[in-house]
Every structure is written in C-alpha cells, then in structure tokens.
C-alpha cells in the first residue's frame, strides 16, 4: 500500500504534534537530576523519589512548554541555590568547581618532590662508645675469643 505525499506529511505533522503536546519526558528527568530534594537535602529529587508533589509540578511545567532553566529559576527562588544539585559556576561557588583540581595538582606535585627526592641509605655499622662500666674489659675479652 502506498501512502500519498499529501497523507505523509498529515501523518508526520500529526507526530510532531503529539510530540510537542506531549513534552519531553527527558526533560522532566534532566531537572529531577538536577534538584536536591528538599525533604532531607540528601540526594536528588530523580533519585530520593519521596516528592511527589513535586515531580508532578515539574511534570505540568514541562508539558506548559517551560524551559529547564524556567523551571530550574522557578525552585532556585524558593528555596534558594542550595537546592541545585550542581552549583552556578560563579562567585563563591567557583571554589567548588576549582578548589579539587587545584588540590589535585598540589598533590601531584608532593607526589613528584617525593619520589624524586634522593633517600640516604646508611651503609654498615657505625659504633658509637657507650657508657657501659667494663666496657673495654668485656671488648678486649671478646676479642681473644676470636
């Protein structure tokens, strides 16, 4: 059976359609990702699953046709940054995204000083004279033992 053009293009708009209609699911789960959950501040909302409401909120708004960054804005005003599960790179908060690398270089380098420096590794015995009494009696008895 052979479709016409005029009947693929109404089946491919109606697709389209349904698609924008129905939102992006990948976005709903981009920003669940992208939430702490503010019930316990311990994980993501995506991954806790105890915000229903939530969940559901940011479903309605994807299917709205809102951006992440709508959304993500929209929950950063009500509780405040500490909700993004990953941290606006600026201010203050670029010492989270540089302060392991910079640490990691700082470790690196010891790690290199260390290595590369040389190690003193004595060679025989050296004597020291000990206050013991009879010292050089017990010495020289020892050596007629030999």
Not at 40 to 65: M, R
């Amino acid at each position: 059976m052979t479709y016409s053009k005029s009947q693929k293009i109404l089946f491919y708009s109606l697709i389209f359609l349904i698609s924008i209609l129905k939102g992006n699911p990948n976005l709903a789960q981009e920003i669940k990702q992208s939430l702490v959950s503010p019930c316990c501040w311990a994980g993501t909302i995506y991954d806790l699953d105890h915000n229903p409401e939530i969940e559901e909120q940011i479903e309605k708004f994807v299917s709205q046709g809102k951006t992440k960054d709508e959304i993500l804005g929209y929950y950063v005003g009500l509780y405040g940054e500490r909700i993004l599960a990953i941290p606006i790179a600026e201010g203050f908060n670029l010492m989270a995204w540089g302060a392991p690398v910079i640490a990691g270089i700082i470790g690196i380098v010891i790690f290199i000083v260390y290595i590369r420096t040389p190690k003193e590794i004595e060679t025989g015995v050296i004597y020291k004279s000990s206050k013991i009494p009879f010292d050089d009696e017990i010495e020289s008895e020892l050596s007629k033992m030999d």
